[in-house]
């Protein structure tokens, strides 16, 4: 039984889902490297994962479910750990771009939308910048 089961309702299981999501960007080319381990790494602990939630997110295929926020604002933010962990190794390869793209998509982005914020942010991740720098930047039209 996933570890995400254990966690039927409310934030715990928002945060459990989303730090899966996360993990699998970072295995998307077939492993995790330092720099995105790194990064994993700070997201576990902003997320309060044990260790064994850790190993078993990494361990198994990641079967949980996009939560998607209702606020513009935490979507945004979750679109922004994204890049965060794509950019740990200051590289975006094109199985991560498909991947954020679909997962912009789950966050109820649309294809439209989706291809702005990922080209400003592809655009912006070119060097490092706070959540309200992008916040700032994805809200001007």
């Known amino acids: 039984m996933p570890i995400i089961d254990l966690y039927e309702h409310g934030e715990r299981r928002k945060e459990v889902a ?17 720099e995105e381990k790194a990064v994993l790494d700070k997201f576990a ?7 064994a939630e ?7 295929e990641n079967k949980y479910p ?31 771009h498909r991947m954020v793209k679909r997962y912009a998509l789950g966050l109820g982005f649309t294809s439209e939308q989706s291809e702005v914020i990922i080209k400003k942010s592809i655009e912006l991740f070119s060097g490092k910048i706070s959540f309200e720098d992008y916040q700032y930047v994805m809200a001007r039209k």
Do not use: W
């Open 66 to 96: 996009i939560e998607t926020p209702h606020s513009a604002e935490k979507r945004l933010k979750r679109l922004h750990d994204f890049f965060q962990i794509i950019f740990s190794d200051n590289e975006m390869d094109e199985s991560q």
């Open 45 to 51: 602990f902003r997320l309060h994962i044990s260790d």
């Open 54 to 60: 850790y190993a078993e997110i990494l361990d198994k």
């Open 18 to 34: 989303h730090f899966a999501t996360l993990a699998t960007l970072a295995a998307v080319d077939g492993e995790i490297n330092p």
